[in-house]
């Protein structure tokens, strides 16, 4: 590992030692997952890190999360909620996130009151300051903190003192939740995320990992690819079977977007 970089692991580590007890709002991906093994050595294994399973994410991504978090050694609580409970989210406005991600964390911060002094950190990172994102507005109204920003660490700094420490999630593409695939202004229901979810599950099959499948507000659906995968979806047989399954989703009309999908990794 590079001077620079140890630096700011050694940072991070202080920076969250310096909060006394800390919980990690932890998803499993690149950055909650750094941050947690960054907050298990700075708190010599108090550190816990709380996992909102929810119908958003696929099942595969809540188990990796799990086994993940005992890779580290870490306590982890699973909070098991319903964001189709919630109206300011099913709606489906611009702001979707803010609803979700400050209803999630408020869970978060009652679930840590039977905990006094207890921190939340979130990993939210440097590139995540560029992007407007409603859910940064949740992050700084509840107060949680931001170690890694406040580290400036970006993420192709994480990704590589993830790889450096061995973790496996060093080269993991990035998952966003399942509604982010709905048009905005769409309700999101049960049925929708379940399509969207085994359409991507079924382009996973033919080896096209890092795709998002699209609802549009025509009932058609959108398939985004990164640039290696275009040449997966040219074979006639493959196509085929992409079309018929996704009309037994439901959809009528498939369109591919030619647009380089942003997904690749280190």
Not at 19 to 32: I, L, M, P, T, Y
Not at 132 to 154: F, M, Q, Y
Not at 158 to 176: C, D, F, Q, V
Request: net charge positive; glycine share 6%.
């Amino acid at each position: 590992m590079n001077r620079q970089l140890t630096e700011k692991y050694n940072t991070l580590r202080s920076l969250i030692a310096a909060k006394g007890r800390v919980a990690v709002a932890f998803s499993g991906g690149v950055d909650s997952t750094l941050l947690l093994k960054a907050a298990t050595e700075a708190t010599h294994g108090r550190a816990i890190a709380l996992l909102a399973s929810t119908p958003l994410q696929p099942e595969a991504e809540t188990k990796g999360a799990i086994a993940t978090a005992a890779s580290i050694g870490a306590p982890l609580e699973v909070r098991h909620l319903d964001p189709l409970a919630w109206p300011g989210f099913v709606s489906n406005p611009p702001d979707r996130c803010y609803h979700c991600k400050k209803t999630i964390y408020k869970d978060f911060q009652l679930f840590l009151a039977n905990q006094p002094d207890t921190v939340l950190l979130d990993g939210t990172n440097m590139d995540d300051l560029h992007d407007d994102r409603p859910g940064h507005r949740a992050i700084r109204e509840l107060g949680v903190k931001t170690p890694l920003v406040e580290a400036k660490l970006d993420k192709a700094e994480i990704r590589t003192l993830s790889r450096e420490l061995h973790l496996a999630t060093w080269n993991k593409p990035s998952a966003s939740c399942l509604a982010t695939r709905i048009a905005t202004g769409l309700s999101i229901d049960h049925e929708k995320l379940v399509a969207v979810s085994r359409c991507e599950a079924y382009l996973h099959a033919f080896g096209i990992q890092n795709c998002r499948v699209r609802l549009r507000p025509d009932n058609s659906a959108s398939i985004e690819l990164i640039a290696n995968d275009f040449n997966k979806l040219s074979k006639q047989e493959v196509r085929n079977k992409v079309l018929f399954f996704f009309k037994t989703m439901g959809f009528m009309k498939v369109f591919l977007d030619l647009s380089e999908r942003i997904g690749k990794v280190l």
